[in-house]
Nanobody, 120 residues
Framework: QVHVVESGGGLVQPGGSLRLSCATF????????MGWYRQAPGKERELVAI???????NYVASVKGRFTISRENAKNTVYLQMNSLKPEDTAVYYC??????????????WGQGTQVTVSS
């Protein structure tokens, strides 16, 4: 059985910072890419940042220079450091892990979502 624990969301003023964490537990052969997505009210879910197993990263243009994604492979954990937050960053943030089972079956593991609200 695999489960995910997300943490770190909350209410912050514009210009502030938050750090999101997402830990994956269970019997997993390997995790490849890990990423963070967000969904604002009335909008489609969008990819915010992604990191490969080797540490290569990619970001959506709106967060480049403000957000940093990182991971600890030994702990199957991914982080998102968010600085200089703006009201338009307000959304529910979800982590996703692209996993491989011991039977070599690929599947996606999603977090439960954590609310980030940027407001004065």
């Amino acid at each position: 059985q695999v489960h995910v624990v997300e943490s770190g969301g909350g209410l912050v003023q514009p210009g502030g910072s938050l750090r999101l964490s997402c830990a994956t537990f269970g019997t997993i052969f390997k995790i490849n890419d890990m990423g963070w997505y967000r969904q604002a009210p009335g909008k489609e879910r969008e990819l915010v940042a992604i990191i490969t197993n080797g540490g290569s990263t990619n970001y959506v243009a709106s967060v480049k220079g403000r957000f940093t994604i990182s991971r600890e492979n030994a702990k199957n954990t991914v982080y998102l450091q968010m600085n200089s937050l703006k009201p338009e960053d307000t959304a529910v943030y979800y982590c996703k892990a692209e996993a491989l089972s011991y039977s070599m079956t690929p599947y996606d593991i999603w977090g439960q979502g954590t609310q980030v609200t940027v407001s004065s």
